[in-house]
């Protein structure tokens, strides 16, 4: 800390960190310095646990400063950066978040600098039309509409192909208030409840898939459908919508009085990594004249593979899309979209405002969830020319590539089960305690109650030793519909693979490790 | 662009990008030396038309790739850099962002190649605490509850003092997501329409000053009340809520059996600047046993200021509470908060999901509106260690100091009339041509209908040329309730001091600039 200043000093302390004398490239070089530190290994992270870290964040005063902004680097060096997570390890292949392609940081630096706000042209300029590019570029990977629909539509301030948003959550609350909208045009001015009652309908729905991720129960929750008003179909062991309860649960809203907001297909389970067959489900869409939605967070970008991209068949059919820049983009944390097949689909949201938005303006905040909002579009666009088609193509392809090695390796450990053959780069598995091995392959049926949860406890506790040992890690989660039935929830074991520095070697030694931790739980007294 | 490449080099060319050996300083430099450019003038922006820019970017086929780095930063800094708005310009004082203190771009940049995700501590470790901590630090800044209060609950797992959000619109949908569900705790279960049935009640409503900002209306449209379901209650010329007429709004609410979901009171409105007086309001609300919110978006950080934090006296009785840290505490654009005086109020909208948010963990995903998020924390725990509780009372004491001098000066500019005393660092005031000028002084009634209408024209030429022009900013808004009445929109200038840099010297030459740009227009035939 600097000590207690005379009103001038301080004032003069405060213009120096405004007009940037107070900051040398020395004073940036601690920072630089720490995060060599943590790269410099492969470890996931430090050695010290929660309880202990917590203990050391406790203080909640605020100092009467100014402080030293170099002792302050030094403070973050020392004892924040060390003990956060190294999600760029080759061994952290168990969550969505991954390391970056080294453009990212500095293009982030430049737009903090710059500090632009796209909620208005006036604080953001050029800023709204690159974000409008941006967005139009990604509709097109989507929906491939052809040149003259772009050329009409991407700078057209009457048009929206999309929403920038800060993730998938608010790309599905944005999509799904659309689509609420759309089903019952009174609700946003009128209230969910009149609209309700002007149509003498009991309640409104939204109609997904058993695996839906769970930001569409909170989307449910904040619009006034209700988490009641989530209906869930079931799925199959590959984890595909079930067509024919899917066409009876929209029968029964259609019979019972239901509005159906929106009918939701998944293009990458958050659990399994499987993709729905979107084109039976646009049919069932159609066929019932419902809004269509696809959370494609995590599978969007395999629209970029020659090879895998048919998977996706039919997501150009969706009336919206939520795709994760920060997920198989590879782009930081804080990033998504939402997007919409027609461009007047977002009038159903549109705002004025006299001091800020409007009509007939570019300003991006007339139709968007969020108000205040930085240039992010920037670093979105960087990935798309630098990665481009061809870097993101390969992103996807060895990540499927390495997961289908790594079923593999699972296959030849007679130790583990794989619970489901991989559809993109995520894969579900569990170890078996020997005693039960050879029952749960030849007879799954005999397996009893206590059986499973002893199988459920050694796998939670594989799971949270080797995070805590931190030399790799692996996510665990719970299935419900595997080959032990749907009524039997299995705790597993979930990788996901999506750095391309992680190797054949590095998903080995992690498998090995969890041997190696569960011989030793096996030998343990019980 | 590099050209086509086979898989080899183009698996090399991805790896290379991933390991961080593809960018070395001196094309970082590249970036540095755009912004240079930027900030060695104090223009507002370069003098390209929005219309020429347009032009620019209308292509939207995403390329092949990949692209190389270096060339891809020499198009942002000629293509894009020079063409947004220097928000740092001293001369820019006509919204509410601004440039930004030194310290913040290179922490910004420091989380970028961290990219924690703060959803989960699995992603994230130590960002938790630091979320949590920071978090805690700006509730006892707004409700200074005591030591034991922050000792419980700052690092309990069970409490939510706060959460993180991407910016004040989220913070108020946030708030009233809570205060809706507390008001009606089936709404997240059951839907709206049958909570409200349940209830045997017509509606649920939010009331709040004529003055409330446009993110409520989003709020209430997003949340199932619908904007009819905004009631908004007339100010004085000084923008207080009228607090009989908020009583009076209150009793009908109750007799026609509507639900109240919440009260609002505005610290800081954004067109004006003015503070309602909370301690009346939370009085009210009180008395009605409702929910009180305060958006204190803009207004917050006044409570750093010892000469000034009277004026948010009642704050502290508020339920939830919204703050911008991109705002007054001056950290990059994306940073919100909505803080709640009891650590349960969130348990209102808690979800749980297996494979990321389990019972009783202290994952930050169990209770937020966003899922994934980055660890930005780390940049408002610098602001309030580096720049301190007298850092921040210092910007907003000089804010308020430089916007009366500047009151000052329109007073004694009679082309420029003054609508309405400042109370923070927000002022609005217009031109008024030579022809009205005395009668708009003495007898503001006789003005027509067509004077307003010409007075309000000038204005608004006033406002874009000088925009256009781009050496000096000044926004302009629509007011409702000036000394011509509350049935007599006026268009007004609007201004915005923030900058510790800008100085009387800037304000004076912004104003004169107004005023050469008024004397050719009124010399200019019509």
Same mark, same amino acid.
């Given at each position: ?18 007009? #940037? ?36 964040? !406790? ?24 003990? !956060? ?45 690159? %974000? ?18 772009? %050329? ?15 993730? =998938? ?51 449910? #929750? ?45 293009? #990458? ?17 159609? %066929? ?23 998977? $996706? ?37 549109? $705002? ?7 009509? =007939? ?13 930085? =240039? ?10 630098? $990665?481009?088609?061809? #870097? ?71 799971? %949270? ?62």
């Amino acid at each position: 800390m600097v000590g207690a200043m005379n009103d001038a000093s301080l004032t003069d302390a405060i213009a120096r960190m405004f007009r #940037g004398d107070a900051l040398d490239e020395r004073v940036e070089q601690t920072l630089e310095d720490a995060l060599r530190e943590v790269y410099d290994t492969d470890r996931v992270s430090s050695e010290a646990s929660a309880e202990a870290l917590l203990e050391r964040f !406790g203080e909640t005063a605020i100092p009467d400063g100014p402080g030293d902004i170099a002792d302050y680097y030094r403070y973050l060096a020392s004892n924040v950066v060390p003990h !956060g997570i190294n999600v760029a390890s080759p061994r952290f292949i168990g969550h969505m978040t991954a390391g970056l392609p080294s453009f990212a940081a500095p293009i982030v630096k430049l737009l903090t600098v710059l500090n632009q706000n796209v909620v208005k042209m006036e604080t953001s300029k050029v800023f709204t039309f690159h %974000e409008r590019q941006t967005i139009a570029m990604l509709h097109r990977l989507v929906y491939a509409r052809d040149e003259a629909f772009y %050329e009409e539509h991407a700078q057209n301030s009457e048009s929206t192909l999309g929403m920038l948003v800060s993730g =998938g959550t608010l790309g599905n609350i944005a999509s799904l208030w659309c689509a609420r909208n759309r089903a019952l045009p009174a609700a946003e001015t009128q209230g969910l409840g009149a609209a309700l009652a002007s149509r003498s309908a009991r309640r409104a729905v939204v109609v997904a898939p058993a695996l839906v991720h769970y930001s569409v129960l909170k989307a449910v #929750g904040i619009l006034g459908l209700g988490q009641n008003g989530l209906l869930r179909v079931p799925v199959d062991v590959r984890g595909h919508t079930d067509l024919d309860a899917l066409r009876s649960t929209l029968v029964r809203c259609r019979d019972e009085g239901d509005v159906v907001v929106a009918v939701l297909g998944i293009a #990458g389970a958050t659990e399994t990594g499987s993709v729905d067959r979107l084109d039976g489900i646009a049919d069932v869409a159609a %066929e019932h004249g419902v809004h269509f939605h696809v959370d494609a967070a995590w599978g969007g970008p395999v629209l970029f593979s020659r090879r895998h991209r048919d998977l $996706l068949r039919g997501i150009e059919r969706a009336d919206s899309v939520t795709i994760d820049a920060h997920k198989q983009l590879y782009l930081p944390v804080g990033l998504g979209l939402a997007l919409f097949r027609e461009p007047d689909l977002c009038r159903a949201i549109e $705002l004025e405002a006299d001091y800020i938005i409007r009509r =007939g303006s570019w300003d991006l905040g007339r139709r968007a969830l969020e108000g205040s909002r930085p =240039g992010t579009s920037l670093v979105l666009h960087a990935g798309l020319h630098i $990665l481009g088609r061809r #870097g993101y193509e390969l992103l996807v392809d060895e990540g499927v590539r390495k997961i289908r090695w790594m079923a593999d390796a699972i296959r030849a450990r007679p130790e583990l089960e794989l619970l489901a053959e991989p559809t993109l780069n995520i894969l579900v598995y569990r170890y078996l305690p020997k005693a039960l091995r050879e029952r749960a392959g030849s007879a799954p049926g005999t397996l009893s109650d206590a059986d499973h949860e002893r199988i459920d406890q050694v796998n939670r506790t594989i799971q %949270e030793r080797q995070r805590d040992a931190a030399q790799g890690f692996i996510s665990r989660t719970t299935l419900r519909s595997t080959r032990y039935g749907s009524d039997r929830p299995i705790v597993c074991l979930r990788s996901v693979v999506a750095n391309p520095l992680t190797t054949e070697r590095d998903i080995a030694a992690v498998l090995d490790e969890q041997l190696e931790i569960a011989s030793a739980l096996e030998g343990e007294p019980r």
